[in-house]
C-alpha cells in the first residue's frame, strides 16, 4: 500500500472548520483514500473514504486533487469532541487489504 | 456504521499466564479479521490477518506460537497472549471487514502484565 505524509500537529479552533492535508503521492490507481481517526484509548473510527471523487456524509467531507496524490480532510464546524489522532491511509480495494497507519495528524480543538 | 466489540476492555494479569482476547461483529459477518497492538504515543501496529477458517498470517516480527489466533466463526475471532510477559503489555485492537469491504474497529483490550 501506498505511504501517506501528514502533519504530526494541527490546532482549530472550536466551530472553525478543520482542514487536514494528506500526500499519499504513490497511491496507484485501484487504491482508495481512508480517513480513520482515534480519540485517546479507543479503537478507530471510520471517517470516509473515497476514490477519484470528492465524498461527503455526516461527518466530514473528503476533496482528493485530480491527480490524486494529495487529500485534505474537512471537519466543517470542529467542536471539543473532535479531538483526536486523524489517520489518512491508502489501502487497496480487496477485503484482504489491510489498512497500514502512519503517525497521523495530532488534532487540537481548542475552545 | 457496523459494530465491533472486544472483550474483555482491559485485564491485569501475572506474567507467564495466558490471556485471551475476543473480537466479535455483531451486526455483520466478518470473513477477514485483523489484529493490532498500540504501544503508549505509538500508531497502530498490524500483528496479524485472521481468516475465517484458515489459519492466520502474521506479520514479520510476530510470534505466532506467542499470539494465537483462531476464527472458528464468521463472527468472532480471538488473540490468546501466551506466556504473557510485561513486555506484552499493550492496547490490542481488532478490526473486522464487512461484506462491503468496509473496515470497523473494536474499542480496543488494554493489557497489563504485571
Known amino acids: 500500500d501506498a505511504k501517506t505524509t501528514q502533519p504530526p500537529s494541527m490546532d482549530c479552533a472550536e466551530g472553525r472548520a478543520a482542514n487536514l492535508p494528506c500526500n499519499h503521492s504513490?497511491?496507484?490507481?485501484?487504491?482508495?483514500v481512508y480517513w480513520y481517526r482515534q480519540i485517546h484509548s479507543q479503537g478507530p473510527q471510520y471517517i470516509i473514504h473515497g476514490l477519484k471523487n470528492n465524498e461527503t456524509n455526516e461527518m466530514a467531507s473528503l476533496i482528493i486533487t485530480e491527480d490524486r496524490k494529495s487529500s485534505t480532510l474537512i471537519l466543517p464546524h470542529a467542536t471539543l469532541r473532535d479531538t483526536a489522532v486523524y489517520y489518512c491511509i491508502v489501502r487497496g480495494g480487496n477485503a484482504g487489504n489491510m489498512l497500514t497507519f502512519g503517525g497521523g495528524t495530532r488534532l487540537m480543538v481548542k475552545p | 456504521g457496523a459494530v465491533v466489540s472486544q472483550h474483555p476492555s482491559w485485564v491485569i494479569c501475572k506474567s507467564g499466564t495466558s490471556v485471551k482476547i475476543e473480537c466479535r461483529s455483531l451486526d455483520f459477518q466478518a470473513t477477514t479479521m485483523f489484529w493490532y497492538r498500540q504501544f503508549p504515543k505509538q500508531s497502530l501496529m498490524l500483528m496479524a490477518t485472521s481468516n475465517e477458517g484458515s489459519k492466520a498470517t502474521y506479520e514479520q516480527g510476530v510470534e505466532k506460537d506467542k499470539f494465537l489466533i483462531n476464527h472458528a466463526s464468521l463472527t468472532l475471532s480471538t488473540l490468546t497472549v501466551t506466556s504473557a510477559h510485561p513486555e506484552d503489555s499493550s492496547f490490542y485492537i481488532c478490526?473486522?471487514?464487512?461484506?462491503?469491504?468496509?473496515?470497523?474497529f473494536g474499542p480496543g483490550t488494554r493489557l497489563t502484565v504485571l
Open positions: 504513490t497511491i496507484s490507481g485501484n487504491e482508495y
Open positions: 478490526s473486522a471487514v464487512t461484506g462491503g469491504n468496509e473496515q470497523f
